[in-house]
C-alpha cells in the first residue's frame, strides 16, 4: 500500500519560514521524481517545485530564491524549506510521487500553510 504522509504545516507570520515533510511508503523511493504542490481556495492546484532522484530540482517563479526542495533517497522523504512567506503562500501543499518510467502517480492528503499576521 502507498503512502505519502505529509508533516510541517501550520500558521506562520509573513517573512516567516516552514519546512514540510512527506515521508513515502509502499514504492521504490528512488524510481520517482517527487514533487510539491498547492492548492489555495477557489484556485487550481500548482506546482511549487520537483525534484529527480538525481536531485535535479525545478520551481514554480513565485517561490524561487524562497523555497529549497531536496530529498533523502535514504529515508525515502522529501522536504521543501520554505523562507520568507508571503500571505499569497497560503494554501494546501500536496506531495507527489510520479514514476520516472511508467504512468503510475500518488498523492499525499496535504498539509495547511497559513501565512498571516
Known amino acids: 500500500q502507498v503512502q505519502l504522509v505529509e508533516s510541517g504545516g501550520g500558521l506562520v507570520q509573513p517573512g516567516g519560514s516552514l519546512r514540510l515533510s512527506c515521508a513515502a511508503s509502499g514504492i521504490i523511493f528512488r524510481m520517482y521524481v517527487m514533487g510539491w504542490y498547492r492548492q489555495a481556495p477557489g484556485e487550481q492546484r500548482e506546482a511549487v517545485a520537483t525534484?529527480?532522484?538525481?536531485?535535479?530540482?525545478t520551481y514554480a517563479d513565485s517561490v524561487k530564491g524562497r523555497f529549497t526542495i531536496s530529498r533523502d533517497n535514504a529515508q525515502n522523504t522529501v522536504y521543501l524549506q520554505m523562507n520568507s512567506l508571503k500571505p499569497e503562500d497560503t494554501a494546501v501543499y500536496y506531495c507527489d510521487a510520479k514514476h520516472s518510467f511508467v504512468i503510475r502517480d500518488y498523492w499525499g492528503q496535504g498539509t495547511q500553510v497559513t501565512v498571516s499576521s
Open positions: 525534484i529527480t532522484s538525481d536531485s535535479t530540482t
